[in-house]
């Protein structure tokens, strides 16, 4: 199984400025995903993070609001930016293989925006 | 449309019973359907993992049944603990490689 590491593990941020979220896999890795678990609610798919080349984003998410970088097989951020309080929420750092057989969670971000 | 839809809501029990969570799909083509744990502020954890061919598969007190002629699978704990509060989240991938995320049931055991 993947050891995913994400940090940090909770921030309390100010309305209008931005955050970076670190995720980094103890091995290298074909897939990572970023989430957003809003409050109460189940798991949505922002963006599939692409090594090498500009992330692969969902329905509703874009790369000015949620831009991703993926320099290697082991690690990606996932920036928040001009944060509102809607953007309060946990994030939350993927990793799986193209089969689908695995996927791993990291223990998640939690944002609250004031 | 691909859904995954989850009864109860919530459900709350005392320590050392039993109880089960139910998930419908219906998602398709249909690939693998998992359950997770969730404690509250953390990531989700896998409990099991089941392909079309798979009826049952246990990992602990926890058991998790597919019926993929009906598109439902349920997760039986058996003798609970504290510990067991928490969501379970019901998750279906489709061959498309997209994880379809049920809403979870949040479960609370009391002593």
């Known amino acids: 199984s993947a050891v995913i590491s994400q940090k940090p593990s909770r921030d309390i941020c100010q309305r209008g400025t931005s955050l970076t979220i670190q995720c980094q896999v103890d091995?290298?890795?074909?897939?990572m995903f970023w989430y957003r678990q809003q409050p109460g609610q189940s798991l949505t798919l922002i963006a599939t993070a692409n090594q090498g080349s500009e992330a692969t984003y969902e329905s509703g998410f874009v790369i000015d609001k949620f831009p991703i970088s993926r320099p290697n097989l082991t690690f990606s951020t996932l920036t928040v930016s001009n944060m509102s309080p809607e953007d309060s929420s946990i994030y939350l750092c993927?990793?799986?293989?193209?089969?689908?057989?695995?996927?791993?969670f990291g223990q998640g971000t939690r944002l609250t925006v004031v | 449309k691909n859904q995954v839809e989850q009864s109860p809501q919530s459900l709350i029990i005392l320590e050392g019973k039993n109880c089960t969570l139910q998930?419908?799909?219906?998602?398709?083509?249909?690939?693998?359907l998992r359950w997770y744990k969730q404690d509250t502020g953390r990531g989700p954890v896998s409990l099991t993992i089941?392909?079309?061919?798979?009826n049952t598969k246990s990992n602990g007190r926890y058991t998790a049944t597919l019926d993929a002629d009906t598109k439902q699978s349920s997760l039986h704990i058996t003798a609970s603990q504290l510990s067991d509060s928490a969501s379970y989240i019901c998750v279906v991938l489709n061959y498309g490689q997209n994880f379809v995320f049920g809403p979870g049931t949040r479960l609370s055991v009391l002593p």
């Open positions: 998930c419908n799909y219906t998602v398709s083509p249909f690939s693998n």
């Open positions: 089941m392909t079309f061919s798979e």
């Open positions: 091995s290298q890795v074909t897939m």
């Open positions: 993927s990793v799986g293989d193209r089969s689908g057989t695995e996927a791993f």
